[in-house]
């Protein structure tokens, strides 16, 4: 049975850490952040949080699916 050398558990390590770091930045269970103080006004046509046009009365954004403030 072959053993692993260093070089390949070197290799494994640093394969694992990126499999870690791309599953974390692309997750399925991202949120998206909100800022709490920020509103939108009441003429203001673009979604705060993505940028989408916003409908005139839509109570969510189309885009993105944050409620409108």
């Not at 940028?51 to 109570?59: E, I, K, R, V």
């Amino acid at each position: 049975m072959p053993t692993l050398s260093l070089r390949g558990l070197i290799l494994l390590v640093i394969a694992a850490i990126l499999i870690l770091r791309t599953v974390r930045k692309f997750g399925m269970n991202r949120s998206n952040p909100v800022v709490p103080g920020a509103t939108p006004a009441p003429g203001n046509s673009f979604c705060t949080n993505c940028g989408a046009p916003l409908p005139g009365s839509g109570q969510f954004c189309g885009g993105c699916g944050a409620r409108r403030g």
